[in-house]
């Protein structure tokens, strides 16, 4: 994992970034690492270890507390990520969130396109109609939501809610999805749809999902990041990490001695 | 057991003298209401709501032919609704914006300013609001008496009430709502207008309507700035009729004091369609 | 870009508020500044109000006593029977239908206009205080305190009965635990930890009564005398205001002002009070 990054399978170069809440109270601190186009990246680690902050971090979603001071840098295509606007690096890299979050205020086919809507991106209405039906197909939402697309208010249960809000980012076609915990508020059989989900859309979507259930990472993703107190302790082949891992601290966390 | 029986009887006691206390306590709003439907109802007519105030004259000469006095109140029905439809037309943009800032600046102490400010504006009588208006709107711009005074007068009334409620129920949102909308690249600008906003719609629409009925029935600003007025008069710059101005001369005129029971029970109605329909808002819409 | 000009005309807004406020002030100090200049702080203390212009002379004594007598009048009257409704929504029936139904009433209380009360109390309630014998004409003190009384009913119940819903209820539980009657938690748990914020509920009654203008002014009497008993004629600050403003210029227009000044000081103060104690509760 060299210093160029001319290789044509890397999305995301992270290079020593380090991010402050408040004055030397460190988040995250100096992290190196090449994340792989179309594969699952997890970043796992005990609460507190600065996993989340990182993800946050990828589509600059810190900016929103003034007080966090990020160092280091981001890039993507070559393009350092904190040097160009904001609202472009969201729209290349998706963001799902910890609890659902659909829009309560739209409909079911309002929120696939909110995206488009809420950027002011125009588009015929039957390319509305196709990129809402091929999006609500890829997230496996299509059949159980299709003859309610367009009333307001309607009752999804939490599972559905989370692939509609997949469905919502996915929407715009981006380069990167991060995921944030995406099912720690969901049931068994909802998480097992949503990693189903996952499999399948890493052909078309680079992804990097934060959890702190070691089974989900060992059974969706191909790499794996250990994180403990602010440091990347361990970046590896999801296999070797869980099977042999370099360092002490990450057996033991994989082993559930602390976290 | 005997101690144990006396608090027992002193507890029932208690209970029956509050539950009189409340009925003593409510007894006025029935009668209120009773009074206004069992003397005004049946002049509740077309004419009522078609036909201009009549003056003291028309009514003596009705009164002294023997026939009954004839009139409505359309003058002041449609000046309520211009005076009023005036006020929140300033006070509701402005309140809205003003309760964003609130809620997304909360400890900024430009926003504690703010919020005390806020809160005196929701103290000061409404007679003070109306000698304000007429020493801005009717000495300096206007040059006498005009509707647009009276719609200063009452916007800023309602400014207090469009400001907390946009900011509460902008606060209810999830911050995740705001989050999801800015993760797809959105604005900030668009993230609050075509997300925020219309997320927290039900508790800003029942704030807006009770700060519309809490000013609908205000008589005396308006007697400072409004003043009345004998026609329909559609001129903001102009002296302008308003429901509760016509029932103030009402009663102030023997002649027309038949008119003030109609008036005031289709004030009450109006007050009451915006309480209502305020509350009916934010049951059906609340947002889980 | 379009977001800074928003992030501005936000500020803008706030700005604008700031400046409705300091608006108010300037506007009321500065009419208020003919009558502090020729009366100095006798107006407040002279109890001589007489537009005559042979003697012309103009104190408002008369008004700020009637304004204080009839508000603490409201609010001691206001007390006994808020207090009940209060308790019922907030503790008896805390969460059903009924106390939906009670507040639902009591906010169309709140709702009816101020010129209906003063109808209702000019065609209902004075006929009643003058068969009493209470007084000849049935106007003064007591009825304008009776009428406002009622108008701040409301606002004293619905934020009192808050501060009653908020009582935990482990404390309340501990106490039934224990055998005590739903009065003895009353006693011993609610008027403890709910006091200090029913007070505040009433204070802020009472600020709404200090302001209240129509049915006061037509019940009060119309007098610009300080009163000498409860049952006498008297005038509002609010009242006078109502009544004199329309015809009135230079010094007695200034006079006016000066007593929407006082008003306004005087309900600031009253309000401030009361959100200082709420704002501690919550805290």
Same mark, same amino acid.
């Not at chain 1, 408040?22 to 988040?27: G, L, N, P, R, S």
């Not at chain 2, 039900?202 to 004998?230: D, H, K, N, W, Y």
């Not at chain 3, 939906?100 to 065609?123: E, R, T």
């Not at chain 3, 009070?273 to 919550?282: D, Q, Y």
């Given at each position: 994992m060299?210093?160029?990054i001319n290789?044509?399978?890397?999305?995301l170069?992270?290079?020593?970034?380090?991010?402050?809440?408040?004055?030397?109270?460190?988040?995250?601190?100096g992290?190196?690492?090449?994340?792989?186009?179309?594969?699952?990246?997890?970043?796992?680690g005990p609460?507190?270890?600065?996993k989340s902050?990182?993800?946050r971090?990828?589509?600059?979603?810190?900016e929103?507390?003034?007080?966090?001071?990020?160092?280091?840098?981001?890039?993507?295509?070559d393009q350092?990520?904190?040097k160009?606007?904001?609202m472009?690096?969201r729209q290349?890299?998706g963001?799902v969130?910890?609890r659902?979050?659909?829009?309560?205020?739209?409909?079911?086919?309002e929120?696939?396109?909110?995206g488009?809507?809420?950027?002011?991106i125009k588009?015929?209405?039957?390319?509305k109609?196709?990129?809402?039906?091929?999006?609500?197909e890829?997230?496996g939402l299509?059949e159980?939501?299709?003859?309610?697309?367009?009333?307001?208010?309607t009752?999804?249960?939490g599972?559905?809610?989370?692939?509609?809000?997949?469905?919502?980012?996915?929407?715009m076609k981006?380069?990167?999805?991060?995921?944030d915990?995406?099912?720690s508020?969901?049931d068994?059989?909802?998480?097992?749809?949503?990693?189903?989900?996952?499999?399948?859309l890493?052909?078309?979507?680079?992804?990097?999902?934060?959890?702190?259930?070691?089974?989900?990472?060992?059974?969706?993703?191909e790499?794996?990041?250990?994180?403990?107190?602010?440091?990347?302790i361990?970046?590896?082949?999801?296999?070797?990490?869980f099977?042999?891992?370099?360092?002490?601290r990450?057996?033991?966390?994989?082993?559930?001695?602390f976290? | 057991?005997?101690?144990?029986?006396?608090?027992?009887?002193?507890?029932?006691?208690?209970?029956?003298?509050?539950?009189?206390i409340?009925?003593i306590a409510?007894?006025?709003?029935?009668?209120?209401?009773?009074?206004?439907v069992a003397?005004?109802?049946?002049?509740?007519?077309?004419?009522?709501?078609?036909?201009?105030?009549?003056?003291?004259?028309?009514?003596?000469?009705?009164?002294?032919?023997?026939?009954?006095?004839?009139?409505?109140?359309?003058?002041?029905?449609?000046?309520t609704?211009?005076?009023?439809g005036?006020?929140s037309l300033?006070a509701?943009?402005?309140?809205v914006?003003?309760?964003i800032?609130?809620?997304?600046?909360?400890?900024?102490?430009?926003?504690?300013?703010?919020?005390?400010?806020t809160?005196?504006?929701?103290?000061?009588?409404?007679?003070?609001?109306?000698?304000?208006?007429?020493?801005w709107?009717?000495?300096?711009?206007?040059?006498g008496?005009?509707g647009?005074a009276?719609s200063?007068?009452?916007?800023?009334m309602m400014?207090?009430?469009?400001?907390?409620?946009?900011?509460e129920?902008?606060?209810?949102?999830?911050?995740?709502?705001?989050?999801?909308s800015?993760?797809?690249?959105?604005?900030y600008?668009?993230t609050?207008?075509?997300?925020?906003?219309?997320s927290?719609m039900?508790g800003?629409?029942?704030g807006?309507?009770?700060?519309i009925?809490?000013?609908?029935?205000?008589?005396a600003?308006?007697?400072?700035?409004?003043l009345?007025?004998?026609?329909?008069?559609?001129?903001?710059?102009?002296?302008?009729s308003?429901i509760?101005?016509?029932i103030?001369?009402?009663?102030?005129?023997p002649?027309?004091?038949?008119?003030?029971?109609s008036?005031s029970?289709?004030?009450?109605?109006?007050?009451?369609i915006?309480?209502?329909?305020?509350k009916?808002i934010?049951?059906?819409w609340?947002?889980q | 870009?379009?977001?800074?000009?928003f992030?501005i005309s936000l500020?803008?807004?706030?700005a604008?508020?700031?400046l409705?406020?300091?608006?108010?002030?300037y506007t009321?100090a500065?009419g208020?500044?003919?009558?502090?200049?020729?009366?100095?702080?006798g107006?407040?203390?002279?109890?001589?109000?007489?537009?005559?212009?042979?003697?012309?002379?103009y104190?408002?004594?008369?008004?700020?006593a009637?304004?204080?007598?009839?508000?603490?009048?409201?609010?001691?009257?206001?007390i006994?029977l808020?207090?009940?409704?209060a308790?019922f929504?907030?503790?008896?029936?805390?969460g059903?239908?009924?106390?939906?139904i009670i507040?639902?009433?009591?906010?169309?209380?709140?709702?009816?206009p101020?010129i209906?009360?003063?109808l209702?109390?000019?065609?209902?309630?004075?006929?009643?205080?003058?068969?009493?014998?209470?007084?000849?004409?049935?106007f003064?003190?007591?009825?304008a305190?009776i009428i406002l009384?009622?108008?701040i009913?409301?606002?004293?119940?619905?934020?009192?009965?808050?501060?009653?819903k908020?009582?935990?209820?482990d404390?309340?539980e501990?106490?039934?635990?224990m055998?005590s009657?739903?009065?003895?938690?009353?006693?011993?748990?609610?008027?403890?930890?709910?006091? #200090?914020? +029913?007070i505040?509920s009433?204070?802020l @009654?009472? !600020?709404?009564? =200090?302001?209240e203008t129509? %049915?006061v002014?037509m019940?009060?009497?119309n007098?610009?005398?300080?009163p000498?008993?409860?049952?006498?004629?008297?005038?509002?600050?609010? #009242?006078? +205001?109502?009544?004199?403003?329309?015809? @009135?210029d !230079?010094?007695? =227009?200034s006079?006016?002002? %000066?007593?929407g000044?006082l008003l306004?000081f005087?309900?600031?103060?009253?309000?401030?009070?009361?959100?200082?104690?709420?704002?501690?509760?919550?805290?």
């Amino acid at each position: 994992m060299g210093n160029t990054i001319n290789n044509n399978n890397i999305a995301l170069h992270i290079e020593d970034l380090s991010i402050a809440y408040t004055k030397d109270k460190y988040a995250v601190k100096g992290i190196n690492a090449d994340i792989y186009k179309n594969t699952i990246t997890a970043i796992m680690g005990p609460s507190g270890c600065g996993k989340s902050t990182l993800l946050r971090a990828i589509n600059r979603m810190h900016e929103l507390y003034p007080e966090i001071k990020v160092t280091g840098n981001i890039l993507m295509k070559d393009q350092n990520i904190f040097k160009i606007n904001a609202m472009e690096v969201r729209q290349k890299i998706g963001m799902v969130f910890q609890r659902p979050n659909p829009f309560p205020s739209m409909s079911i086919y309002e929120n696939v396109l909110a995206g488009y809507s809420l950027n002011g991106i125009k588009l015929k209405k039957e390319e509305k109609d196709r990129i809402v039906q091929e999006v609500l197909e890829d997230v496996g939402l299509w059949e159980e939501v299709k003859d309610t697309l367009h009333k307001k208010r309607t009752a999804l249960s939490g599972g559905q809610q989370q692939r509609l809000c997949i469905a919502r980012s996915i929407a715009m076609k981006p380069d990167i999805l991060l995921l944030d915990e995406p099912t720690s508020a969901l049931d068994p059989i909802s998480t097992s749809k949503i990693e189903e989900l996952l499999m399948k859309l890493k052909d078309k979507f680079t992804i990097v999902i934060v959890t702190h259930n070691m089974s989900q990472a060992a059974r969706i993703s191909e790499y794996s990041m250990f994180m403990y107190l602010g440091d990347l302790i361990e970046y590896d082949l999801t296999k070797k990490m869980f099977t042999n891992p370099n360092d002490k601290r990450t057996e033991q966390y994989l082993t559930g001695k602390f976290g | 057991m005997n101690k144990m029986k006396y608090r027992r009887y002193k507890d029932k006691a208690f209970l029956y003298l509050m539950f009189l206390i409340t009925i003593i306590a409510i007894t006025p709003l029935a009668s209120i209401i009773f009074e206004l439907v069992a003397k005004g109802f049946n002049q509740l007519n077309i004419s009522f709501f078609t036909e201009v105030a009549p003056t003291t004259l028309d009514s003596m000469l009705a009164k002294s032919t023997g026939n009954p006095v004839k009139g409505g109140i359309a003058n002041g029905i449609v000046g309520t609704l211009q005076i009023v439809g005036i006020a929140s037309l300033m006070a509701i943009p402005l309140g809205v914006f003003v309760g964003i800032y609130l809620a997304e600046n909360s400890n900024k102490k430009f926003s504690t300013l703010v919020s005390f400010s806020t809160d005196l504006l929701a103290g000061i009588p409404s007679i003070v609001y109306g000698i304000i208006a007429y020493a801005w709107i009717v000495i300096k711009i206007t040059d006498g008496y005009s509707g647009f005074a009276g719609s200063v007068a009452l916007s800023i009334m309602m400014l207090p009430l469009v400001i907390r409620s946009t900011e509460e129920s902008i606060k209810m949102i999830p911050a995740s709502l705001k989050e999801a909308s800015l993760a797809l690249g959105t604005s900030y600008r668009k993230t609050i207008l075509r997300v925020i906003l219309p997320s927290a719609m039900s508790g800003l629409f029942t704030g807006i309507l009770l700060s519309i009925s809490r000013v609908i029935g205000e008589t005396a600003p308006l007697i400072l700035t409004a003043l009345g007025s004998q026609v329909i008069n559609l001129d903001i710059t102009k002296p302008t009729s308003a429901i509760p101005l016509l029932i103030w001369e009402f009663y102030n005129d023997p002649y027309l004091i038949n008119m003030i029971w109609s008036s005031s029970l289709f004030l009450m109605l109006l007050v009451l369609i915006f309480n209502i329909s305020a509350k009916q808002i934010s049951k059906r819409w609340a947002i889980q | 870009m379009k977001d800074r000009l928003f992030k501005i005309s936000l500020i803008a807004t706030c700005a604008l508020v700031l400046l409705i406020m300091g608006g108010i002030i300037y506007t009321l100090a500065k009419g208020a500044l003919p009558t502090f200049e020729e009366y100095g702080l006798g107006f407040i203390t002279s109890s001589d109000w007489n537009p005559n212009p042979n003697n012309e002379h103009y104190g408002a004594l008369p008004f700020i006593a009637g304004t204080l007598i009839t508000s603490t009048l409201a609010l001691l009257l206001c007390i006994p029977l808020s207090f009940p409704i209060a308790i019922f929504t907030g503790y008896y029936f805390k969460g059903t239908k009924v106390a939906s139904i009670i507040s639902d009433i009591v906010d169309m209380l709140a709702g009816v206009p101020s010129i209906v009360y003063g109808l209702w109390g000019f065609y209902t309630l004075r006929p009643i205080i003058v068969d009493l014998g209470l007084s000849q004409q049935g106007f003064g003190i007591f009825t304008a305190s009776i009428i406002l009384t009622i108008m701040i009913i409301p606002y004293a119940t619905s934020l009192s009965s808050e501060f009653i819903k908020m009582v935990p209820n482990d404390l309340k539980e501990a106490a039934f635990a224990m055998g005590s009657t739903k009065l003895e938690v009353i006693q011993k748990v609610i008027f403890p930890s709910a006091s #200090s914020g +029913i007070i505040a509920s009433y204070i802020l @009654a009472m !600020g709404r009564a =200090l302001g209240e203008t129509m %049915a006061v002014t037509m019940l009060i009497g119309n007098v610009n005398l300080i009163p000498t008993s409860l049952f006498s004629s008297g005038n509002t600050m609010a #009242s006078v +205001i109502a009544n004199q403003f329309g015809e @009135a210029d !230079g010094i007695k =227009l200034s006079s006016l002002i %000066a007593i929407g000044l006082l008003l306004f000081f005087i309900t600031v103060v009253i309000n401030t009070i009361g959100r200082l104690i709420m704002k501690k509760l919550k805290v």
